[in-house]
Antibody
Framework: QVQLVESGGGGVQPGRSLRLSCEAS????????MHWVRQAPGKGLEWLAV????????YYRDSVRGRFTISRDNSKNTLFLQMNSLRAEDTAVYYC????????????WGQGTLVAVSS | DIVMTQTPLSLPVTPGEPASISCRSS????????????LDWYLQKPGQSPQLLIY???FRASGVPDRFSGSGSGTDFTLKISRVEAEDVGVYYC?????????FGPGTKVEIK
């Protein structure tokens, strides 16, 4: 079955960096686009970034462009989110999600990893 | 960015009764190039990750019960639950996938009366 497992979250000071990983299994990872979505404590969902199935294209929301970088290693079935210059407002649960080939929608989500930015 | 709004933000429901959530976008989500409307619905049950319910306006995702249906056009959309069950509680989000950045509505919290 499809599984997405995020890791790499934790506590970090403002201005520092963190790298999240999302390990995929149960499907051919290299065939699917992948997204990162976050959810601040008690808040709604916020889409962050997408990467094409082959890594050739990426898009970001304005608030993270230039600070966050989405990437993937299809040989290791792993998606990454490099987060630099972290701010308190980046505190959230970060989810990776698979983009369904047919519908283009996020049909499978990981369990999320919590990032807490605080001094 | 396309702004998504939802009403109501809180919805007490009675099991067995119908329920409806509205979603509105700041611009049309209809893509005239392919004829699709890029509006999805997700449910986030308490303590869980979001799950896809409806994609492209009205198509139920795999495994989603047929009591859930999506409708609408242009900028106005509706998610209907024909007969609410206890397991349907959680927060429902609409999302537009017409253009980047994808954007979600604020969510509608559905709870049993």
């Amino acid at each position: 079955q499809v599984q997405l497992v995020e890791s790499g979250g934790g506590g970090v000071q403002p201005g520092r960096s963190l790298r999240l990983s999302c390990e995929a299994s149960g499907f051919i990872f290299g065939d699917y686009g992948m997204h990162w979505v976050r959810q601040a404590p008690g808040k709604g969902l916020e889409w962050l970034a997408v990467i094409w199935y082959d890594g050739t294209n990426e898009y970001y929301r304005d608030s993270v462009r230039g600070r966050f970088t989405i990437s993937r290693d299809n040989s290791k079935n792993t998606l990454f989110l490099q987060m630099n210059s972290l701010r308190a407002e980046d505190t959230a649960v970060y989810y990776c999600a698979r983009e369904n080939i047919t519908s283009g929608s996020a049909d499978h989500w990981g369990q999320g990893t919590l990032v807490a930015v605080s001094s | 960015d396309i702004v998504m709004t939802q009403t109501p933000l809180s919805l007490p429901v009675t099991p067995g009764e119908p329920a409806s959530i509205s979603c509105r976008s700041s611009q049309s989500l209809f893509d005239s190039d392919d004829g699709n409307t890029y509006l999805d619905w997700y449910l986030q049950k308490p303590g869980q990750s979001p799950q896809l319910l409806i994609y492209r306006l009205s198509f139920r995702a795999s495994g989603v019960p047929d009591r859930f249906s999506g409708s609408g056009s242009g900028t106005d959309f509706t998610l209907k639950i024909s007969r609410v069950e206890a397991e349907d509680v959680g927060v429902y989000y609409c999302e537009q996938r017409l253009e980047f950045p994808f954007t979600f509505g604020p969510g509608t919290k559905v709870e049993i009366k």
